[in-house]
């Protein structure tokens, strides 16, 4: 059947309020509809421009649709679709920097949120410090128009500066702990490296609250269109899907106070955020990337196959109550164990397929955030971890790129080819300790830490296969 293509519904546009560097799926279905909400609770012009920092799918699929798109909430019970209109446009970077920098640079812009994954920030992620060999940092330093989202932001911070307007805030919405003083550093350190002076008035006026964001959004897949297709009246190139929690905690620390307001709308506005960012990062994305590398390597398509398999829906559980939850300062008033059984019932919502493939991406990136921190604190605590090593094991066989039966596997990873080098090199549990030398990920310190459970474990994976050893712990 032809259906119309959906269009931006007709009525009154807000202003521009937010640039968002990063525009995927997820910002997409969690971000911009909040926005949307606090808009019509409250007011105020806060429309969002979307940049994508590489292709242009996503806007030559928005375009012909005025940028509308469709959420599908899809739940065990049923799907709710909604037509979101907050986003008002979106730039390409590539295409065009200096349109981007001058969008930016206007007065009305306030805030600029970031969705950029964890490489994105061109730091280091043993030691959260810029990395400035890194190809788009060398770039940005070289010319005037950026290649990097930390360009971007220094550029367009500096045109400000020199135009006598007040910076914007930027608010980091990416799985990252403290992610405000991530990015605060690392765009200080990028703005020391081209004009001391401008460092200085970024350190003094510029605001980086941290945030720690919560929705489970898979990557839109062709089969994900059709569905959308055959539930709505029209056709849409770019929906996304996702479920129905949510949560967004930000820290409210904004320029002259300029945001959203998001409070009226159940974001919740609190003076620190880290112990919502532990709980999320340790125990929604820690037991994610945990299931993705065993769950993958034991013939596991999605996260709600994996959880549906009774041996790693135990180890998972006791993964959280004897390894995770113990090392944890709950946020008020929130119950640790209720929290787990509930991120059980959301990993297992049967209408979510999100592969395994794509959790598992960027492990070098997300390791220390979701395991090894907790890994860490336990050793210290002289508590036992089998399920976190077994996790790091598990990692470190998905990334010799070679399944257990003996199939490539694509992994997609900053550092692949290095770690590929590294496997290919080495035997048996040799492996696991090359791996552990990888400086960029573990430092000296927690590798020593490490390695006597680790490497144990990975032996286990080689006796047993991912699955068995998982069987055996939980
Ligand atoms: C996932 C996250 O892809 C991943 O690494 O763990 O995207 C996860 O789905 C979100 O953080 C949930 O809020």
């Known amino acids: 059947m032809t259906r119309n293509r959906l269009n931006r519904p007709e009525g009154a546009?807000?202003?521009?309020?937010?640039?968002?560097?990063g525009l995927g799926a997820f910002f997409r279905a969690f971000g911009v509809p909040w926005i949307a909400e606090s808009m019509q609770a409250s007011g105020g012009?806060?429309?969002?421009?979307?940049?994508?920092?590489?292709?242009?799918t996503v806007r030559d699929a928005l375009q012909p649709q005025g940028f509308a798109y469709t959420t599908a909430e899809l739940a065990p019970e049923g799907e709710n679709l909604r037509v979101i209109d907050a986003l008002q446009d979106v730039l390409v970077a590539p295409e065009d920097p200096e349109e981007i920098l001058r969008r930016m640079a206007d007065p009305a812009v306030r805030l600029v949120t970031l969705t950029v994954t964890e490489k994105g920030y061109c730091h280091n992620p043993a030691t959260g410090m810029l990395n400035p060999d890194h190809p788009d940092i060398r770039a940005d330093l070289a010319g005037d128009l950026p290649k990097s989202t930390l360009g971007f932001i220094v550029r367009a911070l500096e045109r400000r500066r020199?135009?006598?307007?007040?910076?914007?805030?930027?608010?980091?919405?990416?799985?990252?702990?403290?992610?405000?003083?991530?990015?605060?550093?690392v765009v200080l350190d990028l703005a020391r490296r081209i004009d001391a002076d401008l460092a200085a008035w970024i350190e003094a006026e510029g605001r980086f609250p941290s945030s720690m964001v919560d929705r489970i959004v898979p990557a839109t897949k062709p089969e994900d269109i059709e569905k959308v297709q055959a539930l709505a009246e029209y056709y849409d190139a770019a929906p996304v899907i996702h479920e129905p929690f949510r949560q967004w905690v930000i820290e409210d620390d904004f320029v002259d106070d300029m945001r959203p307001d998001l409070g009226a709308v159940g974001v919740q506005m609190v003076d620190d955020v880290t112990p919502y960012e532990h709980m999320k990062?340790?125990?929604?994305?820690?037991?994610?990337?945990?299931?993705?590398?065993?769950?993958?390597?034991?013939?596991?398509?999605?996260?709600?196959?994996?959880?549906?398999?009774?041996?790693?829906?135990?180890?998972?559980?006791?993964?959280?109550?004897?390894?995770?939850?113990?090392?944890?300062?709950?946020?008020?008033?929130?119950?640790?164990?209720?929290?787990?059984?509930?991120?059980l019932a959301r990993f297992r919502n049967p209408s979510i397929r999100h592969r395994t493939w794509?959790?598992?991406?960027?492990g070098s990136q997300k390791l220390l955030q979701r395991i090894l921190s907790t890994l860490s604190e336990n050793l210290d605590a002289g508590r036992p971890s089998p399920g976190l090593h077994l996790a790091v094991?598990?990692?470190?066989?998905?990334?010799?790129?070679?399944?257990?039966?003996?199939?490539?596997?694509?992994?997609?990873?900053?550092?692949?080819?290095?770690?590929?080098?590294?496997s290919d090199d080495h035997a048996g549990a040799e492996v696991a300790r090359a791996l552990l030398n990888v400086r960029e990920i573990f430092s000296a310190e927690l590798a020593g830490q490490l390695e006597p459970g680790t490497v144990a474990a990975f032996g286990r994976t080689l006796s047993l296969g991912a699955h068995g050893a998982a069987g055996e712990i939980g």
């Open 45 to 56: 012009n806060w429309g969002v421009v979307g940049v994508s920092l590489r292709s242009p």
């Open 393 to 422: 094991a598990a990692w470190m066989r998905y990334v010799g790129g070679v399944d257990e039966s003996g199939n490539p596997i694509d992994v997609q990873d900053p550092l692949a080819e290095m770690l590929r080098a590294i």
């Open 281 to 343: 990062l340790r125990m929604l994305n820690g037991a994610h990337s945990s299931l993705a590398y065993i769950g993958y390597l034991s013939g596991h398509e999605t996260i709600a196959d994996a959880t549906g398999d009774p041996v790693l829906a135990a180890f998972v559980n006791r993964l959280w109550v004897q390894e995770i939850i113990p090392a944890l300062t709950p946020p008020p008033g929130v119950d640790l164990t209720g929290y787990a059984d509930q991120l």
């Open 162 to 185: 020199a135009a006598g307007r007040r910076p914007f805030t930027i608010l980091s919405c990416d799985n990252l702990p403290n992610n405000g003083r991530l990015v605060r550093g």
């Open 358 to 362: 794509q959790i598992a991406m960027d």
């Open 13 to 21: 546009r807000p202003g521009v309020g937010i640039i968002h560097l």
